[in-house]
């Protein structure tokens, strides 16, 4: 019902919690929040919607919350907006509150870590999974406790950004809950409510630049980027903290829009945060090559903006580049033709996308990084191990020490621990793997076989030989490198194929020589070029003869196609003029459009013109303004007219120069065919004569082949018409054993049948044996049993029949006692029955009935005055009908009182009736 004033609804609302109807309470306190009377904002608001918001919390109505938090904003949006964050903060921090007593009670507080969705939490899949899992009882009961509030807080979240999202009076308070959302799901480990959050706040900031209002946030002001760049690395950093990293480049991508999108330079502590995240991203995703880049933009990053950068800070960064480039995977060593057909759109763009992430305007590649290093002088800072390294690998040409120097290295990096958190360690098994490769590579120059076996004690330890094996495989497929591995000679062969070409003017990595095979395919390349110029030389004139019919024919494909060409030049060329009227005629209707505008402003300011007090002056001048603009209007509506007139001329002018042009072009076409008329009948002519003469020769030679392959399919009958007895008797032996072997298999098959059938009905005879005989025994079980329950229910009748006639029997007994007692009973009233008062009539100062006598002694006196209850009793019960212990419908009968028993209670009757007579005499 609607109230009058809100404390009326607040005191009945706290009435109702306090007999426990709470539901009853939010309804009364919804009513007030979205009644239209009460939607000014007062103090007593701050108190009902506290007390709505607790209500909701314990009843769970996080959909009632939202309503309530959605009228509520309307009410002291443009009032109070910090009433709005104490009420929203006082609710989720209640909800948290829950949350956290639940986990506290439930006995173990990762029992939700298989639920994927809080949304849907009893999904079919989870019930089935139930169904067949061993899940105890206290599982059930700490998924019942803790589930709900989980989901309720999520709820909550979700709606208080969804009604807090794209408003400037409140952003403040959205990016304080976005934080707390984020922390919620990183407390419960909730990785889907993480993603959909996440692609919440990303549609929010989608929505604010699609849709314009008054009160919308502008992401062109620095305060707004700043709070949406500290949600993003928020979101960053929790999402790498969970292993999200889809949802960890997704928050790159973001930041990477905000910081474009921004007027002024990123702070350099904003630009390390992104780099060092976006290294480990890249590293996760297994693009080294781009995890190296990054580094490479943070170490140029600290070089130039950390001034107090130490010298071992520097050591550790350079050190990190250095290894992180070396591990990055060595690209074949194609030509560029080879390389722009292996990489299509997709890739391109992926890679064009992933440079754009760090400003760089064409992708990197691993021989630019080495270049780069050499460009920032990041060797000159590294350890001397880690530069060791890098020229036993890129400069150094050493296969036979190689492993050494590399296993060196290696083991300093595993010994020193200070680099432990740095992650130092994770590029040991790359590097590991590219020296290998790179041990291929040289080893290929300078053998054309190996064992394996040696080949496996140059290699770096670590590396067992099914690993060998396979970067071997690899290299072979995705290098373009010439090795076979010969498991029969259990051997390594280089340099077979001619048909792999490289790039011969700067080859990758340390070269003394090119393969052999690449040797000998230059020199057949050179050989090709040498005879193509002495083909060139030979048949100089044959070449040039080529060439001029190849003109010749195109100038004739020219002539019979340049009419329509040129037929197709007019018509764009109407179409261009057609296409500038409709602009000019679009122009001048947008002019006339602005034209009336002014007019009809020019009206609006001479209507104000008519209220001041100046009126005639401001009307002169408004005349003149108006004689003014009529006269522009006209000098424009002339030069238009005058334009449109000069473009109509010039158009017929064309189209007249055009209907000359056709008719000369058409007459020429027509004289040209007639001449040629003679021309072509010659030609088809001759044309006709060489087919007839193509065709004769051809079926001679058709003929003679048709004779030749005659005589040879004659030759071939004969001789294999000799062979017809040996081939008879070839069939006849094989038909003879596969029979022989077909009738074998046949009497085995026939053997194992008959076994098997009669194994089969010995089986089911003794099936059924046991089957009878179960069934004969079950049968007399049954026939027992039956029996059993007849007996038990004739001793039960014989029980209760007993019972009954026992029953009679005491009912009788007790009915002849009462008889004899009340015949006793009227035998002593008769003998004791005092004279009554001789009767009065009322004419004669009676009251028309007799007086009872009054008593004698006190005592009676007393009871005559004033009864008992026991004994006026009997005015207000009812009268038992049953006596107890004597009911028929009982099952087993009352014993039967005493002799004594009986003596007292027939005294006392006689006694209450003595006095009841005695009260209730009437007058004789």
């Known amino acids: 019902m609607p109230f009058a004033k809100p404390e009326n609804a607040l005191q009945r609302a706290e009435e109702f919690i306090n007999v426990g109807k709470k539901q009853r ?122 589930a709900p509030w989980l989901k309720f807080v999520w709820e909550s979240y979700k709606q208080c950004l969804e009604l807090l999202k794209n408003n400037n009076k409140i952003e403040n308070l959205y990016q304080s809950v976005a934080k707390h959302a984020f922390l919620f799901c990183v407390k419960y480990q909730r990785k889907t409510e993480f993603r959909k959050l996440c692609e919440t706040i990303r549609q929010h900031m989608v929505q604010s630049q699609k849709y314009v209002n008054a009160q919308q946030i502008d992401l062109n002001k620095q305060e707004t980027q700043n709070n949406h760049l500290e949600i993003r690395f928020l979101q960053l950093n929790h999402a790498i903290s969970m292993e999200l990293w889809q949802e960890a480049y997704k928050a790159i991508e973001d930041i990477y829009g905000l910081m474009s999108m921004s007027r002024n330079k990123p702070k350099p502590g904003q630009m390390y945060n992104y780099y060092s995240k976006l290294s480990l991203i890249f590293w996760k995703a297994g693009n080294q090559l781009f995890h190296a ?51 299509d759109e997709v890739t391109l763009e992926k890679l064009k996308r992933l440079s754009s992430l760090l400003n760089l305007q064409q992708p990197p590649t691993r021989l630019s990084l080495l270049k780069d290093l050499q460009k920032y002088n990041v060797t000159n800072h590294v350890f001397p191990e880690i530069k060791d390294l890098y020229t036993t690998l890129e400069i150094e040409f050493n296969p036979l020490k190689l492993s050494e120097r590399v296993n060196k290295c290696l083991d300093y990096l595993e010994s020193r621990t200070d680099l432990l958190n740095d992650n130092y360690n994770q590029y040991i098994q790359p590097i590991r793997e590219i020296a290998v490769t790179r041990l291929l590579k040289q080893i290929s120059q ?37 090795v076979r591995i010969n498991h029969q000679t259990n051997s390594l062969h280089f340099g077979n194929d001619l048909y792999v070409s490289q790039k011969d003017d700067m080859p990758e990595g340390p070269s003394i020589q090119s393969m052999p095979s690449e040797q ?13 110029k002495a083909n060139n030389l030979i048949s100089s004139d044959d070449i040039k003869r080529q060439h001029d019919e190849m003109s010749v ?90 334009n449109i007139e000069d473009a109509n001329k010039a158009k017929r002018e064309q189209m007249e120069k055009f209907k000359k042009e056709e008719k000369k072009l058409d007459h020429f076409v027509r004289a040209c065919h007639e001449n040629e008329i003679q021309l072509i009948q010659k030609a088809t002519e001759k044309e006709q004569e060489e087919l007839r003469k193509f065709w004769d020769q051809q079926e001679k030679e058709r003929i003679e082949n048709l004779k030749k392959e005659a005589v040879i399919q004659k030759d071939n009958r004969e001789r294999l018409l000799r062979m017809n007895d040996d081939k008879d008797a070839f069939f006849d032996i094989i038909l003879s054993g596969r029979k022989a072997e077909f009738d074998k298999q046949m009497k085995e098959f026939t053997e194992k049948l008959k076994a098997a ?117 009997w005015r207000t019960e009812a009268p038992q009908t049953e006596r107890r212990g004597f009911n028929r419908d009982s099952k087993q009968a009352a014993p039967a009182p005493t002799r004594g028993q009986w003596k007292d209670s027939v005294k006392k009757r006689e006694e209450k009736k003595d006095e009841n007579v005695w009260r209730r005499q009437a007058p004789q």
């Open 25 to 146: 309470a939010l309804d009364t306190l919804y009513e007030v929040i979205r009644s239209k009377k009460h939607r000014t904002w007062q103090k007593i608001h701050d108190e009902i919607m506290k007390n709505y918001l607790e209500l909701c919390v314990d009843l769970k109505e996080s959909h009632m919350a939202k309503d309530g938090l959605h009228q509520f904003k309307n009410i002291c949006l443009n009032v109070n907006v910090k009433s709005l964050e104490e009420a929203i903060s006082a609710f989720l921090l209640l909800a948290e509150e829950k949350a956290e007593k639940a986990k506290k009670d439930a006995s173990d507080a990762n029992i939700l870590a298989d639920v994927d969705d809080l949304e849907y939490i009893n999904s079919p899949e989870s019930v089935l999974l139930k169904a067949v899992s061993g899940e105890s009882s206290q599982d059930r009961t700490d998924r019942d406790l803790l």
């Open 293 to 343: 880049i990054t580094l490479q933009k943070l170490f140029v990053l600290l070089k130039e903006q950390k001034k107090s950068i130490t010298q071992e800070e520097l050591t550790k960064i350079s050190s990190k580049l250095l290894l992180a480039t070396l591990a990055i995977p060595i690209p074949p060593n194609r030509s560029i033709i080879d390389e722009c057909l292996d990489q």
């Open 446 to 482: 300078i053998y054309t076989s190996i064992e394996i076996n040696r080949f496996l004690r140059l290699v770096p330890k670590g590396v067992d030989i099914h690993t060998l094996e396979k970067l071997i495989v690899d290299s072979a497929k995705n290098l373009d490198l010439q």
């Open 520 to 532: 000998i395919r230059n020199q057949l390349i050179n050989m090709s070029e040498a005879l193509q």
């Open 553 to 642: 024919n195109i100038a004739n494909v020219y002539r019979q196609t340049c009419e329509k060409h040129h037929v197709d030049l007019l018509r764009r060329k109407q179409l261009i003029e057609k296409q500038k009227e409709m602009y000019e005629y679009l122009a001048s209707e947008k002019e006339r459009q602005e034209m009336e505008k002014k007019r009809q402003k020019l009206a609006e300011l001479e209507e104000r013109a008519k209220i001041g007090a100046d009126f005639r002056p401001k009307q002169d001048i408004y005349k003149a303004i108006e004689a003014e603009i009529d006269q522009r209007n006209k000098d424009e509506d002339e030069e238009l007219r005058r």
């Open 757 to 873: 059938r009669e194994s089969k009905l010995l089986e089911r005879k003794e099936k059924r044996k046991t089957e009878r005989r179960d069934k004969y025994l079950k049968e007399i079980e049954e026939e027992k049993k039956r029996e059993q329950m007849e007996k038990r229910q004739r001793e039960e009748e014989e029980r209760r029949r007993k019972a009954d006639e026992q029953a009679r029997k005491q009912r009788l007994r007790e009915q002849e006692i009462e008889q004899k007692l009340a015949r006793e009973q009227v035998e002593t009233k008769k003998e004791d029955k005092p004279a009554s008062a001789p009767y009065r009539p009322r004419a004669m100062g009676g009251s028309g009935m007799s007086r009872p006598e009054k008593p004698s002694t006190a005592s009676e006196e007393l009871g005559w005055r004033k009864r008992s209850d026991e004994q006026s009793s």
